[in-house]
């Protein structure tokens, strides 16, 4: 009698996050997020090219955004987390607010936020360090001044971005949901 070749049940690969890079401006989320989403193997989306015209040139002018000015940039960001749920993908957005990120989720809630904190004069100094970008280093005291921390139940991480880029890029990957 011979036995026969043991069944083994093949266990489905989860599919890969959708994960929103936050924080401040000029805390590297562009850096990062690019990185990440070459890490994982998934598309990369830069919140900013989500923005209409007119809200480039507000903060240009050194104007912070309003609710009424980040409505649709949110909903444009959220369209495109629920195009790739199932799929992956990593997006850059400051989603400063509790009420930002649950505008977000709304649309896609298996999103995952990775929260990019540091000491704002090493934010302005990496601002200052900045070439090309429309943000002018005076909208970060508005920023931090509306940061809203990640609430424990909210699904995401805190990740420290001292270090360079592919040090801040590998803990925020280790902190991944597996």
Same mark, same amino acid.
């Given at each position: ?65 309003? $609710?009424? +000015?980040? #409505?649709?940039?949110?909903? *444009? !960001? ?6 790739? &749920?199932g ?63 990640l $609430?424990? +139940?909210? #699904?995401?991480?805190?990740? *420290? !971005? ?6 801040? &890029?590998?803990?925020?990957y280790?902190?991944?949901?597996r």
């Amino acid at each position: 009698m011979t036995a026969e070749p043991a069944q083994h049940q093949q266990q489905p690969h989860p599919s890969p996050p959708v994960v929103v890079v936050m924080g401040v401006s000029g805390s590297g989320k562009s850096t990062v997020g690019g990185l990440l989403a070459e890490r994982l193997g998934v598309p990369y989306a830069e919140a900013d090219d989500f923005h209409p015209a007119a809200n480039i040139a507000k903060m240009s002018a050194g104007h912070p955004l309003d $609710d009424t +000015d980040r #409505a649709p940039w949110l909903d *444009a !960001i959220a369209a495109w987390a629920t195009e790739r &749920t199932g799929l992956g993908g990593v997006v850059s957005c400051s989603a400063l607010r509790r009420r930002y990120r649950d505008r977000l989720r709304a649309a896609a809630p298996e999103l995952f936020f990775l929260h990019l904190d540091g000491p704002p004069e090493l934010i302005a100094a990496r601002m200052q360090a900045r070439m090309e970008h429309f943000m002018p280093p005076g909208l970060l005291r508005s920023q931090l001044d509306a940061l809203e921390p990640l $609430d424990p +139940d909210e #699904a995401g991480a805190v990740i *420290a !971005i001292d270090g360079g880029p592919q040090q801040i &890029t590998e803990r925020a990957y280790a902190a991944l949901p597996r």
